[in-house]
């Protein structure tokens, strides 16, 4: 039977999400590779559950402008506050990181900085820039914040020419103002709209089980294709912490392949879905899928 804590359900989880851990060579150098130089990603700190998976790929995510957001969104653990300013020598350092590790894609993600006037483009485009110096043959994925959709910061990203840039919208538009800090729906679908537009890749992705209906994830797919995203992922929502928004549904393997399938239905060239998926996950192969490797 189900618990009762602080006047919610508390499911039991089902043994597809049981982290079944593996690894080979290749991950195992990778790890020692990071533990050796003291080398920060979001699979380590995030204790993320394909970690060796993408490792042995050669991919892994690196977590820019600090760990303090401006926001207090209700399905994530980030730590919210007055942000500290900007590393300058970070641009320079994850690309040391990522010719150390040898890496064939990286993923670079961040904070949300409203409190910056660019939202943190142009320290975006340096990170870019400087990965590009250090590691030519690397192909570089961004997943950025919304930046409220303005143009001329979204801009000043997409002109560094990363190869695919990414933004979650997260969840579905009716449980958008309950699961999001200052974040609207339609905000989101604007900036992925104009990264579309750019000619750059557009990605995004959602969490599902936070209570939302099937109807309601196909029509969010469906607006996320009207604006051009080419890349989508589904994943389950896990509870960070008890103050966080509760799970009200896991949802079972075979839906999600349902929606993946769905996705492909629709037109989307790449649909990564299972409860265990996340934004990065297997991120070098829908770049493969839309012909940019």
Known sequence: MPKVHDKHIVLRKPDWLKIRLRSDETSAEVERIVEGHSLHTICSSGMCPNKAECWSRRTATFMIMGDICTRSCR???????????????????????VKLMHLKHVVVTSVTRDDLPDAGARHWARTVEAIRRENPDTT??????????????????LASKPDIVGHNIETVERLTPEVRSRAKYATSLAALRHIARSGTIA????????????????????DLHKAGVRIVTIGQYLQPTKEHHPVAAYITPEKFEWY??????????YCASAPLVRSSYLADAALEAVGRV
């Open 203 to 222: 990605k995004s992705g959602l969490m599902v089980g936070l209570g939302e209906s099937d109807e309601e994830v196909l029509s969010a797919l469906e």
């Open 260 to 269: 993946r399938l769905k996705a492909l239905e629709m037109g989307f060239s």
């Open 140 to 157: 570089i994925e961004l997943l950025i914040s919304d930046m409220d959709a303005r143009a001329e910061s979204i801009d000043i990203v």
């Open 75 to 97: 399905f994530c653990a980030t730590r919210t506050g007055r942000p500290l300013p900007l590393d300058e020598q970070e641009p320079d350092n994850v690309a040391r990181s």
